[in-house]
């Protein structure tokens, strides 16, 4: 039962353009949804969340898109830079469960000089 | 302001051995959650820590537990080891229970069950 899916395995974009990743989710209870970067052997960095109420959270070069009626969310990089290179998960709560996120399977994104 | 840290980083254990992996959470945050990270099943939710009670569940088997203490600090015990249970253990805090805001991770715990 894969509630939050990222379709996408892997990525791959030039330097400045920019980078655009999908995520799905199934259950309608989830009323928040964030990104995490990811590095091997590291625990997941925090990027950008967004709660149900919104349609676009935007930080810096990062921005979160969220479709409710799709069930679809994107994370949009401007202009990618190759530091940006890792794996990138979403993750979704809902307020009656608590603490607890439930993960796509995440995207690997390579960003090439 | 320190994070959340966990030890021991790397971790070799044997099959049906049991293993201790310890998370102190950030300085004031009083939740904190388990996560398995395998390369099949991705990042799974273990469960939920909040003035020492267990508040929230993934779905686990009953060889995986944890507690926590008065300082929030948190213990999760894996009993009879098994292959399977190799993987990348995170913990997270976070500043209360019922909300995934300011969820902090630390860097994990490799364990190799062989």
């Known amino acids: 039962d894969q509630q939050v899916k990222q379709n996408s395995p892997s990525l791959s974009v030039q330097e400045g353009r920019i980078s655009i990743l999908n995520c799905d989710y199934t259950n309608s209870m989830f009323d928040y949804f964030l990104w995490y970067k990811k590095y091997p052997a590291e625990g997941p960095t925090f990027l950008i969340s967004i709660s149900s109420i919104k349609d676009k959270n935007e930080d810096g070069r990062f921005t979160v898109f969220l479709n409710k009626s799709a069930k679809h969310l994107s994370l949009h990089i401007v202009p990618s830079q190759p530091g940006d290179s890792a794996v990138y998960f979403c993750?979704?709560?809902?307020?009656?469960?608590?603490?607890?996120?439930?993960f796509g399977q995440g995207t690997e994104l390579s960003v090439k000089p | 302001k320190a994070g959340v840290t966990q030890t021991p980083r790397y971790l070799i254990k044997t099959r049906g051995q049991q293993v201790t992996l310890s998370c102190s959470p950030i300085s004031g945050h009083r939740s904190v959650s388990w996560y398995q990270q395998t390369p099949g099943q991705g990042l799974q939710f273990l469960f939920e820590?909040?003035?020492?009670?267990?508040?929230n569940k993934g779905n686990f088997p009953g060889r995986f537990s944890g507690r926590q203490f008065s300082n929030s600090r948190s213990e999760m015990n894996v009993s009879t080891l098994e292959l399977g249970d190799s993987a990348l253990y995170l913990c997270?805090?976070?500043?209360?229970?019922?909300?995934?805001?300011?969820?902090?991770f630390g860097s994990g715990t490799r364990l190799t069950v062989v």
């Open positions: 993750a979704a709560s809902a307020s009656n469960q608590g603490g607890k996120l439930i």
């Open positions: 820590y909040f003035s020492e009670t267990q508040r």
């Open positions: 997270a805090s976070s500043l209360d229970t019922g909300t995934v805001y300011g969820y902090t």
